[in-house]
C-alpha cells in the first residue's frame, strides 16, 4: 500500500482567509514533503520533514507554514495568501529523505 | 547542480503507436532516476524507477533504461493506449538526496 491522502480535495479562499490543507499516511514513512504545482509546470519543493522535524524549508513566505503533529499527519496552514498563490499543492512521503517518494491526490486551491 | 531535461510536448500519437519521451539529465555522482505520470486532475504517481546504472525500471508496459554513458532515462511504451495520455516527468533524487529534480514535463496525448 503506498497511499497518500490529502484533504480537501478543493480549496477556495478569500485573501483575509485561515485555512489548513491536511496530508496523512499510514505506510510508517519518516520524510513528508509538500510541493507547489503551477499549471504546465512540474512541482516545485516547498518543505521537506524529516522525523517530525523541519529540515527543508524553500524560501517559502511565511502566510504558508507547516507543521508535523506525528509520523503520519503533515498540515499546511494558509493566511493571508495572494491570488499568485492558486495551484494544486501536493504532498509526498519517502520512507527516509533516501527512498522513493509517492505522492497524494493533491488540493486544488484557489485563492480570490 | 543537478537538472533534468524532457523533450517538449505535446506528443500526439494513435493507439498502437510507439512511445519514446527522452530523459537526459546532469548529476554529480549516482543518483536515482524516476518517471512520474500525472493524470488530467490528479497528483503524481510512480510509472518506474532505476536505482543504479543499466537497471531496467518497468511498469504496466512502460520501460526505461539507466544509461550513465549516455546520462539518459528515455520512457518507452511499444503500444500506447487512450488511457495513457496524461503528463509524464522525470525525475532524479541526487547524492545527498535532497530532494527530486524534475524535468519540465511532456504531455502525451493517444488518440483513438
Known amino acids: 500500500d503506498t497511499e497518500v491522502t490529502q484533504t480537501p480535495k478543493h480549496l477556495v479562499m478569500g485573501m483575509t482567509n485561515k485555512k489548513s490543507l491536511k496530508c496523512e499516511q499510514h505506510m510508517g514513512h519518516r520524510a513528508m514533503y509538500w510541493y507547489k504545482q503551477k499549471a504546465k509546470k512540474p512541482p516545485e519543493l516547498m518543505f521537506v520533514?524529516?522525523?517530525?522535524?523541519?529540515?527543508i524549508n524553500e524560501s517559502v513566505p511565511s502566510r504558508f507554514s507547516p507543521e508535523c503533529p506525528n509520523s503520519s499527519l503533515l498540515n499546511l496552514h494558509l493566511h493571508a495568501l495572494q491570488p499568485e498563490d492558486s495551484a494544486l499543492y501536493l504532498c509526498?512521503?519517502?520512507?527516509?529523505?533516501?527512498?522513493?517518494?509517492?505522492f497524494g491526490p493533491g488540493t486544488r486551491l484557489l485563492v480570490l | 547542480g543537478d537538472s533534468v531535461t524532457q523533450m517538449e510536448g505535446p506528443v500526439t500519437l494513435s493507439e498502437e503507436a510507439f512511445l519514446t519521451i527522452n530523459c537526459t539529465y546532469t548529476?554529480?555522482?549516482?543518483?536515482?532516476l524516476f518517471w512520474y505520470v500525472q493524470y488530467p486532475g490528479e497528483g503524481l504517481q510512480l510509472l518506474l524507477k532505476?536505482?543504479?546504472?543499466?537497471d531496467k525500471g518497468s511498469n504496466k508496459g512502460f520501460e526505461a533504461t539507466y544509461r550513465k554513458e549516455t546520462t539518459s532515462f528515455h520512457l518507452e511504451k511499444g503500444s500506447v493506449q487512450v488511457s495513457d495520455s496524461a503528463v509524464y516527468f522525470c525525475a532524479l533524487s541526487g547524492v545527498g538526496r535532497r530532494a527530486l529534480t524534475f524535468g519540465s514535463g511532456t504531455r502525451l496525448q493517444v488518440q483513438p
Open positions: 509526498a512521503s519517502s520512507l527516509t529523505r533516501q527512498e522513493t517518494q509517492y
Open positions: 520533514y524529516s522525523y517530525e522535524k523541519l529540515s
Open positions: 548529476a554529480t555522482g549516482y543518483p536515482s
Open positions: 532505476a536505482t543504479k546504472a543499466d
